[in-house]
């Protein structure tokens, strides 16, 4: 009956969790905050300088203007808004959702400093004489147009003003408005550019042939509704107290977004799904119970990330997925241990117990190193790459605790009921692999039946891989990488359309709009995406007609990406500096945990991967960018995360011998044997990721191919270097001071002197 109990419990257990899950999944997701790269709208990076050479930039500035801006965001009816203060001199501004991205933009970086003048540029009056939110849209009673009416907080002074200029012999009797007039601004000068058609800097420039004591200010000029209507609320909405200059700016068109969701989700469920059914065939019973804690896993994510009011970009649910990936390495390392544990006779309770607790410490250790890349993504970072971050430390978080203690409490109940006790083979082990448990004979660890000397092939091992590095050499030096706007500044266009595309005719529509790419790529499933690259740093004025000229022609908004030569320099700086950090993070965890030999090898290893990545990107002239950064942080991460499994077993082996280690061949035979019993576990894992990551980079958005290249050609790096490289490399160093200093790895060591 006891048994019967735990069996019951288990199942009402998943079913509760399952109907939870069933009925609140669909609110929790769409409470999630989306990025800009999955619902459009853009982000910008502003640098503040001073209005006057007097003024001085200090934190109560900035959150001033914070405050201006996102009265003028409400205005716009936007929602999602993120305005951040960057250092001692950015803001930040994301917004999420709009409709119309040029006149949120205008909007965000008009200075708003109105002024009045004459003809000769002498100053009459500013905003500080107009009455506080009195702006409206109105229309001129003469000729129906629409324009903007001010209310003058003291008519006396109003009166004064317009008396002096209609004193003026015409055409001088004029006041001219101007909105963020500068130094050398000159109402003479402007007013020849209106007389050729051009649109003059000035806003208005009404005569005046009498004085005006009693009513409003009116700015006229061509002007629709809506025009008219967003001038009255950037004045509404004060000037802003300082000049803001844009640094950095890439938006998205919401059609670019949705798809790019609608692909992402689609790939996403499909590696989940193509990852549980390889888990259920590789380990039978327990993949089953691995599958249940992946749908939990999800949905904890989920709702922590709603918890946090997080925002969710393509890159985050990239970390999701490979959060995935995580998670069943989890499962994977314990289910092999106790596959080990049953192939030496043991109960399914004794294999269960064992094989857990020998699995906790190796998890840990893999969990802690790839958390560190995280951190440092997260510091290091831009928004985006935050994101991904964010995501990332989630997942590995929620990862543990489903991994480790959600198996094991749902396949506890199993075995605890005794239900398994004679159906070992659940657990994917043969009837003909479980040896007598009195049998003192050692049983070498096999790879599909066949005994493998892995580590009498290193030097062939080591000869290759020179090889391949000399021939990754030569590639770099002549192809170089194709870095991206991220890296060298510039603008980066991506044109979207509902019919295949020439290159020649993205060049004639760049020649009407008056300028030239450096380079032209057609991609996209159909050829229907166009991608521009250009040197130089677009104007506010070309990137709102290029969006325009492009959303008409083809019905679909661009997303465009502007990057100033400041912070291009500061991503690479900041790329230098994650990975720097995160190797000496690495290197200094490493060592505590097991040996300053084991980092060494270990972060060679990581080169290894690395330079690989470079290469691929190198010869397939992708472009290189800040998302692949990211790339190569999580491969670190994920490698390390291999090369700690082997090294926690070799030094777990090494203890066994309950002595310290002074013979070559025996450590040789002591990594071997710790290769191949981490062998089919690092075959596995791997697998189950790259699933995750193939069906992204086959079936996902165009924006996140890059990214999911770089983490594919990682992984098969990653498995090669923990598998082959790094502790054959290990090996050799320590071989050559095992004299000097043997290896022992017991708690208690004592190596040197007299053994007690």
């Known amino acids: 009956?006891?048994?019967?109990?735990?069996?019951?419990?288990?199942?009402?257990?998943?079913?509760?969790?399952?109907?939870?899950?069933?009925?609140?999944?669909?609110?929790?997701?769409?409470?999630?905050?989306?990025?800009?790269?999955?619902?459009?709208?853009?982000?910008?990076?502003?640098?503040?300088?001073?209005?006057?050479?007097?003024?001085?930039?200090?934190?109560?500035?900035?959150?001033?203007?914070?405050?201006?801006?996102?009265?003028?965001?409400?205005?716009?009816?936007?929602?999602?808004?993120?305005?951040?203060?960057?250092?001692?001199?950015?803001?930040?501004?994301?917004?999420?959702?709009?409709?119309?991205?040029?006149?949120?933009?205008?909007?965000?970086?008009?200075?708003?400093?109105?002024?009045?003048?004459?003809?000769?540029?002498?100053?009459?009056?500013?905003?500080?004489?107009?009455?506080?939110?009195?702006?409206?849209?109105?229309?001129?009673?003469?000729s129906n147009d629409p324009i903007v009416t001010l209310k003058p907080k003291d008519s006396e002074k109003f009166g004064d003003v317009t008396k002096e200029i209609s004193e003026k012999t015409p055409p001088d009797n004029v006041m001219a408005i101007w909105m963020d007039y500068e130094e050398g601004d000159s109402y003479e000068e402007e007013s020849k550019k209106e007389a050729e058609g051009k649109d003059p800097k000035y806003t208005s420039a009404p005569r005046v042939s009498e004085p005006l004591y009693n009513g409003d200010i009116q700015i006229t000029g061509d002007f629709s509704v809506e025009e008219a209507e967003q001038l009255a609320d950037i004045i509404n909405s004060g000037s802003l107290p300082v000049h803001m200059d844009e640094l950095f700016s890439t938006s998205v068109g919401a059609q670019f977004g949705e798809q790019a969701l609608n692909k992402t989700v689609i790939a996403g469920l499909i590696g989940v799904g193509a990852i549980m059914l390889f888990m259920m065939a590789a380990y039978r019973f327990t993949g089953l119970i691995a599958s249940i804690n992946l749908i939990f896993y999800i949905f904890i994510i989920l709702v922590v990330f709603d918890l946090m009011n997080g925002v969710l970009t393509l890159p985050g649910i990239a970390a999701l997925i490979l959060g995935v990936g995580m998670a069943v390495d989890a499962n994977v390392l314990t289910f092999e241990r106790v596959k080990e544990e049953l192939r030496l006779g043991k109960s399914v309770k004794a294999a269960f117990k064992a094989g857990g607790k020998n699995a906790l410490v190796t998890i840990l250790d893999a969990n802690i190193t790839t958390m560190l890349a995280a951190a440092v993504l997260f510091i290091f970072g831009t928004s985006s790459i935050k994101g991904f971050a964010t995501m990332l430390i989630v997942s590995i978080l929620a990862s543990f605790l489903t991994a480790v203690y959600g198996t094991r409490l749902l396949l506890g109940m199993w075995v605890e009921s005794g239900f398994l006790k004679n159906r070992k083979t659940w657990f994917g082990v043969k009837k003909s692999q479980i040896q007598d448990i009195n049998s003192k004979e050692e049983v070498e660890p096999t790879f599909f039946n066949r005994t493998i000397n892995v580590v009498k092939h290193r030097k062939k091992i080591f000869t290759f891989s020179i090889t391949l590095l000399v021939a990754g050499a030569i590639v770099l030096s002549f192809l170089k990488l194709n870095p991206g706007i991220d890296f060298t500044s510039g603008s980066r266009i991506e044109a979207p359309a509902d019919e295949s595309l020439q290159t020649e005719e993205i060049e004639d529509d760049l020649d009407e709009l008056g300028l030239e790419a450096k380079a032209i790529v057609i991609s996209g499933d159909d050829d229907d995406l166009a991608v521009m690259r250009f040197d130089s740093v677009l104007s506010e004025d070309q990137v709102t007609e290029v969006t325009d000229y492009f959303a008409d022609k083809y019905g679909k908004d661009p997303s465009v990406s502007v990057v100033s030569p400041i912070v291009g320099q500061e991503l690479v700086m900041n790329a230098i500096y994650a990975l720097a950090i995160a190797s000496v993070g690495m290197i200094l965890y490493v060592t505590m945990r097991f040996e300053f030999f084991f980092a060494l090898t270990a972060i060679i290893a990581l080169l290894h991967d690395v330079f690989f990545m470079l290469v691929v990107f190198s010869l397939t002239r992708i472009e290189f960018d800040v998302t692949i950064i990211a790339a190569i942080l999580t491969v670190i991460g994920y490698s390390i995360n291999n090369t700690i499994v082997v090294f926690d077993r070799i030094r777990e082996n090494i203890r066994a011998k309950d002595k310290a280690i002074k013979d070559a061949k025996e450590l040789a035979a002591i990594v071997n044997k710790s290769l191949m019993q981490t062998f089919m576990r690092s075959i596995n894992t791997t697998v189950t990721t790259l699933v995750a990551v193939l069906a992204f980079m086959i079936l996902g958005a165009q924006p996140i191919f890059g990214f999911a290249l770089a983490l594919v050609v990682g992984l098969f790096a990653g498995a090669y270097s923990s598998l082959f490289l790094a502790s054959q490399l290990w090996l050799v160093f320590r071989s050559r001071k095992l004299k000097e200093k043997p290896v022992d790895f017991r708690k208690k060591k004592r190596v040197e002197g007299p053994q007690v």
């Open 1 to 142: 009956m006891k048994k019967r109990g735990r069996i019951v419990a288990f199942l009402l257990i998943v079913v509760l969790f399952l109907t939870a899950i069933g009925t609140t999944v669909t609110g929790v997701s769409k409470n999630i905050n989306l990025g800009l790269d999955l619902q459009g709208g853009f982000e910008i990076l502003y640098e503040v300088s001073p209005v006057d050479e007097d003024q001085e930039i200090n934190r109560n500035l900035l959150e001033a203007t914070v405050e201006t801006l996102n009265d003028r965001v409400n205005r716009l009816g936007i929602s999602e808004t993120v305005i951040d203060i960057e250092g001692d001199d950015r803001i930040r501004v994301q917004l999420a959702g709009v409709d119309n991205q040029e006149e949120a933009r205008e909007m965000l970086s008009t200075s708003a400093l109105l002024t009045f003048r004459d003809v000769d540029d002498k100053k009459l009056m500013d905003g500080t004489d107009i009455k506080e939110g009195s702006a409206q849209q109105d229309f001129d009673p003469n």
